[in-house]
């Protein structure tokens, strides 16, 4: 390497869209159960609904502002939404070719219809009619645009139908508008004969019932619209007194902000989007005649119909850890770490370690830091219930966890209630890491218990996110974590810590220097071996420590569930990196650090990605994993992860994808295979020891 080398880079935002195109090619995949592609595809449709309002959004602002600088692949803000533009039209008209030739033909094989007005039955169209005027007619605003009347402010994804009319004394066409609202149900089951099934869509009742709406005036057009805005927090809070109100405030603003997407129905005419279009401002990041129903979020709804579990993923149902035996939690803990793969193994561990602390009348305290919790979450119920049994509980309840902020201060308002001492993060910082620390009294001596996590302290997605965690009474990592809560608490400022590592503070040094020593190591003829399992890699200085490593002829294999800015396979600097990406019916979302360290192996788990955000703008943790057996389990995780053969995508200098190449290889399913290990391994405990060997490829071979 070079002063004067110039690295490829991937654009952060195209990089995602490969994502989102990954997880619409599980809708299209055959061998998914039929209402597991109905579902993947609302997903895809939820994903890009949140790329619009946060990452275009941004991109927006940043010309409006006449930022002007080049971004790692060297693109300028225009140049990246221009780009974004065409590949999110190409992805919008495979998403509905996707719906219209292939999921809708399916559905049909299995007798579910969704029927339009004019393909109606007599006794169909009685039983709208009776629907439309006592369930819809009463919520419904008609808003009529005039001298008198503006334009309204449209509602972030709100579905609409424009409307144009013409009364007995008016010259020119008068614009309408409706909300079509989101309090009632989007499909609506139809009465017919056998056992098949029709459904209608609401936005179809109301359009056939719409003159009820404008009595004496013409319906001349009428189609459906939706505007996505920007709706990314703006909050200044080194000005904000109490930033609880501040971020209540600004919840309010978000369904208002700049627009910057409108979609609207194929048939829509050029009358009302110009209409559109004058009263509004300008959508940046483009308009979409969409050829199909308008926001097929629905259909995640839809999946969760009664009656179609053959048309969905069998149901595994977590699965007890296979490491705690003991049904006292601290005392397991106290007979070796405890490493947890959720959500093969239950969630309901940790959920029971604060239960357990909660009754525990030798816990003295409970702290623990919360991003995003569930909306009937037992881990605050259990906290609440410490409180009240005259425990020291300290939560930190991050206010700035986006698109939760308005669930969490509702829990954050509840704690307080109960008697829990509530922090709402840190100014500048969003609190991300997973920890959870209970002080104990245990013959005359301070026992601290520590949970420590790649996820959410959240029952719901424990349940299809794959994270990793580990329990441990260490007494370095407990008097670690005590100054991690110290810091979040109050004005002490971390030293030194002797297990852990956290960002902003020390996090990116550690990586830093863990991959150097690998370059080392690799240069001194030891070899050199790097895994990172991650959501996302894009911070720029880490990425050009990888090339430099690949250079030194280090072995790197990356597997990188989203973004990935990292260019493998480059001639001269990245031919010793492998990217995968495995999308499945699970969201992979743990983290996980493996450096050869010249055959002393180490392992971490961390909260953080790879990202600026993560290294420099939270608060994060990096946690080894020291016990012997709970690190060949991890590694025999990373084997697998790397031989999977389902649903495994490669990366290629392109910018492309590809499935891996079977030939010769076991079928492997990752996902269904650790459930099942775990399963038959369940009333079998074993020596993790006994895993098949871990063999890093080194230097030299």
């Known amino acids: 390497m070079t002063n004067n080398t110039v690295y490829p880079f991937f654009n952060r935002e195209l990089s995602w869209l490969e994502f989102n195109t990954r997880v619409l090619e599980e809708a299209q995949d055959l061998k998914n159960p039929l209402f597991e592609r109905l579902k993947f595809l609302a997903i895809t449709a939820s994903n890009l609904d949140e790329f619009f309002m946060v990452r275009v959004a941004s991109l927006n602002d940043q010309i409006i502002a006449g930022y002007n600088k080049k971004d790692s692949a060297g693109l300028l803000p225009k140049e990246q939404l221009d780009k974004i533009t065409l590949r999110v039209h190409e992805l919008v008209s495979e998403k509905y070719n996707t719906y219209l030739r292939s999921l809708i033909p399916a559905l049909k094989k299995e007798d579910i219809y969704f029927k339009r007005p004019k393909n109606l039955t007599d006794e169909q169209r009685i039983f709208v009619e009776k629907y439309f ?45 409706v909300q079509v609202p989101s309090v009632l149900d989007r499909f609506i089951l139809l009465p017919c004969e056998n056992d098949k099934k029709e459904f209608i869509l609401l936005e179809d009742i109301i359009k056939i019932h719409m003159d009820m709406l404008f009595i004496g005036h ?101 699965l007890p850890s296979i490491t705690v035996q003991n049904n006292n939690i601290f005392e397991a803990i106290s007979e070796r770490d405890i490493m947890l793969h959720h959500p093969f193994e239950s969630f309901d561990t940790v959920v029971d370690f604060v239960r357990q602390a909660a009754e525990d009348d030798n816990v003295l305290a409970i702290k623990q830091t919360l991003y995003r919790v569930s909306g009937n979450s037992p881990i605050i119920s259990a906290l609440a219930k410490a409180a009240e049994n005259g425990k020291q509980v300290t939560v930190l309840v991050e206010l700035k966890a986006r698109f939760d902020e308005e669930n969490n201060i509702i829990w954050a308002k509840q704690l307080e209630k109960a008697g829990c001492h509530v922090i709402y993060g840190l100014v500048g910082l969003k609190t991300h890491c997973k920890l959870l620390l209970v002080v104990r009294r245990e013959e005359d001596k301070i026992k601290r218990y520590v949970h420590m996590g790649t996820g959410n302290y959240n029952d719901v997605t424990a349940k299809f996110y794959t994270d990793t965690a580990i329990m441990t009474c260490n007494p370095y990592i407990g008097a670690d974590a005590s100054a991690v809560f110290n810091m979040l608490s109050g004005f002490s400022q971390i030293q030194r810590l002797e297990k852990l ?10 990586i ?25 890699l894009v911070d720029e200085s880490m990425i050009r420590l990888l090339y ?12 990188i569930r989203g973004i990935c800015c990292l260019v493998p396979e480059y001639p001269q600097v990245s031919e010793n990196i492998e990217v995968r990406s495995i999308v499945g019916k699970l969201l992979e979302h743990s983290r996980i650090f493996y450096f050869y360290n010249a055959g002393q192996e180490k392992i971490f788990m961390s909260s953080a990605d790879l990202m600026p955000r993560n290294l420099d703008r939270r608060v994060e943790l990096l946690f080894p994993v020291e016990d012997e057996c709970n690190k060949a389990r991890v590694k025999n995780i990373i084997n697998l992860y790397l031989s999977d053969t389902d649903k495994t995508r490669i990366l290629h200098s392109t910018g492309a994808y590809s499935r891996v190449d079977k030939r010769g290889k076991e079928p492997l399913n990752v996902q269904d295979y650790f459930y099942d290990y775990i399963k038959n391994k369940i009333d079998n405990r074993f020596n993790f020891n006994e895993i098949t060997e871990f063999k890093p490829r080194t230097y030299e071979e």
Do not use: H
């Not at 020593?517 to 959501?535: D, L, P, T, V």
């Not at 430099?548 to 597997?559: D, H, M, P, R, T």
């Open 218 to 318: 013409e319906i001349l057009d009428m189609a459906c619209y939706r505007i996505t805005r920007n709706a990314d927090l703006s909050i200044d809070e080194d000005g904000a007194e109490d930033l609880l109100e501040e971020i209540e405030q600004s919840i309010k603003k978000r369904k208002w902000g700049n627009a910057v997407r409108l979609e609207y129905e194929k048939n829509t005419s050029q009358e009302i989007i110009d209409y559109i279009l004058e009263e509004s401002e300008a959508f940046e990041g483009g308009m979409y005649r969409i050829s199909g129903p308008l926001d097929l979020t629905f259909l995640m709804k839809f999946y969760n119909l009664k009656g179609y579990q053959d048309l969905k993923f069998e149901n595994q149902i977590p």
């Open 133 to 177: 005027f006592n369930q819809i007619y009463p919520v419904l605003t008609p808003m009529v645009v005039d001298k008198s009347r503006p334009f309204p402010l449209i509602l972030n994804k709100s579905l609409n139908i424009a409307i144009l009319l013409r009364g007995n004394e008016d010259v020119e066409p008068v614009f309408a508008t």
């Open 512 to 536: 830093e220097n863990l991959i150097k020593n690998e370059i080392r190591n690799a240069k001194e003829g030891f070899g050199g071996q790097i895994i990172f399992k991650m959501n996302s």
């Open 548 to 559: 430099e490593a690949s250079e030194a002829g280090v072995n790197i294999k990356l597997i």
């Open 501 to 510: 590592d956290i960002a902003p503070v020390g996090l990116r040094k550690k």
